[in-house]
């Protein structure tokens, strides 16, 4: 099967600050094919389905680096509060009432349907039932990393560290080979998890050459109460453990100093940065473009429904991008270009994926994308990169393709029924609000 997309313009990401007019984007089956001038796709693949899309920008799909996707059932049951506050006293009592197989499934679901309608093609996650994320991304075709979450504490899914060990395992020995499904493991945070459980992750993830993905310097609650407890801050500690290497994905590291920035790029660890729900949680302001200039990978997530409300992957990279020029009092910071490479090949390289996905480049899967800039809100226009990052809106994603099958066209889900959709999100509300 090949497809040739014809649109108006064509934002491939590499090379860097690339914006072609007049080219197409051909697919054949999962992968990319070519990128040449759209008279050489038509003359050369006459056999092709043409697309075309006359007033649009096509680019790589979005990686949304860190979320969990089931908590989108969760969305407004508890806002307007502190981190600790929020978890403590509402989601975490409302998790253990109502998380269960079905719950992940259905809540991942119904995420992943959001997160494509916005753009979004690859999710990486971290939550609890391993296998029904896993069986989401399958169910909706999208691409899903689970991060098997890991606690020192029981839930109605694990009753301790090595519980949640061993049906990490289990999963990603389930799914082994199978396509567009990946295994990480997912520590929670510094506060939940001891210091010879984090020793065995580390020796796993190598043993099984596995990624790891855990909240870290998220709040200065956190941070203090590291030093009150082991006498050294979050990251220090895990740098001690060996926890910091490559394979980690750092979700949020909103208070990082410049010894942990040098750290941070001397370890080669990537950064999860979710503004929205920073700012939501009043977590603070990431020092981005400090970890930018010091050559940390930044890449961009939600985090959940439950503490951002939306997940919007477009809005939260405008946001990220405003926010890194403020923080840095410098607004030359994340320019459009860098904030699209943020939500792409940035995404793709703390995944590890970087020579599967990220990019528009011939061989690399196709997860491609199409936006409509045709609308009232985005003309003129003189930059469409700009114009993506500061002025369309999720609504105007016209297109998704994952593994060169298409999973939204013309604003509609091809695989998945909304109206079903919407009938499963009243049913859960229904049995929460009613608990």
């Known amino acids: 099967?090949?497809?040739?997309?014809?649109?108006?313009?064509?934002?491939?990401?590499?090379?860097?600050?690339?914006?072609?007019?007049?080219?197409?984007?051909?697919?054949?089956d999962e992968k990319i094919l070519a990128i040449l001038s759209s008279a050489e796709a038509r003359q050369q693949h006459p056999d092709a389905q043409h697309i075309e899309l006359p007033e649009h920008a096509v680019m790589p799909g979005m990686i949304n680096l860190h979320g969990h996707s089931a908590m989108t059932l969760l969305r407004g049951l508890a806002d307007d509060l502190s981190l600790m506050d929020w978890l403590h006293n509402h989601i975490w009592p409302a998790e253990k009432q109502h998380v269960s197989e079905e719950f992940v499934f259905d809540g991942?679901?119904?995420?992943?349907?959001?997160?494509?309608?916005?753009?979004?093609?690859?999710?990486?996650?971290?939550?609890f039932y391993n296998d029904d994320v896993a069986r989401a991304g399958l169910h909706t075709g999208m691409r899903t990393v689970v991060g098997c979450s890991v606690l020192e504490f029981p839930t109605g899914y694990a009753?301790?560290?090595?519980?949640?060990?061993?049906?990490?395992?289990?999963?990603?020995?389930?799914?082994?080979?199978q396509s567009g499904v990946s295994f990480r493991l997912a520590p929670h945070a510094p506060y939940t998890v001891s210091d010879a459980t984090f020793k065995k992750i580390v020796a796993l993830a190598e043993k099984h050459d596995m990624g790891i993905h855990c909240h870290i310097h998220e709040t200065m609650d956190e941070v203090n109460d590291s030093i009150r407890d082991h006498g050294m801050r979050p990251l220090q500690r895990l740098h001690n453990l060996g926890l910091l290497s490559p394979r980690l994905i750092a979700a949020h590291m909103v208070h990082a100093n410049e010894e942990e920035i040098a750290l941070l790029a001397q370890q080669g660890v990537h950064i999860a940065h979710n503004p929205a729900s920073n700012l939501k949680l009043a977590s603070g302001f990431a020092p981005i473009h400090a970890m930018q200039t010091a050559g940390v990978n930044v890449g961009i997530g939600t985090d959940g429904a439950a503490s951002n409300n939306k997940l919007d992957l477009l809005g939260d990279l405008r946001m990220a991008a405003l926010l890194a020029k403020a923080v840095s009092s410098n607004p030359t910071a994340?320019?459009?270009?860098?904030?699209?490479?943020?939500?792409?090949?940035?995404?793709?390289?703390?995944?590890?994926?970087?020579?599967?996905?990220?990019?528009?480049?011939?061989?690399?899967f196709a997860d491609v994308i199409a936006i409509d800039l045709s609308a009232l809100e985005t003309l003129p226009l003189f930059d469409p990169a700009s114009q993506i990052v500061y002025a369309a809106g999720r609504e105007q994603v016209s297109h998704v393709w994952v593994h060169g099958r298409c999973l939204m066209a013309e604003r509609k889900l091809q695989?998945?029924?909304?109206?079903q959709l919407k009938d499963k999100a009243t049913w859960w509300h229904q049995k929460i609000a009613a608990a």
């Open 1 to 28: 099967m090949k497809t040739c997309l014809h649109p108006k313009y064509l934002i491939p990401i590499e090379p860097r600050a690339t914006v072609l007019g007049d080219h197409a984007l051909v697919m054949q």
């Open 108 to 127: 991942s679901v119904y995420a992943m349907a959001e997160m494509l309608r916005g753009g979004t093609t690859t999710i990486n996650d971290m939550y």
């Open 159 to 177: 009753a301790d560290a090595d519980g949640y060990l061993q049906k990490a395992l289990a999963s990603h020995q389930a799914f082994q080979g």
């Open 334 to 364: 994340l320019n459009a270009g860098n904030a699209l490479e943020m939500a792409t090949l940035a995404g793709a390289k703390a995944l590890g994926m970087d020579q599967q996905i990220g990019s528009l480049v011939a061989g690399k």
């Open 415 to 419: 695989t998945l029924d909304e109206a």
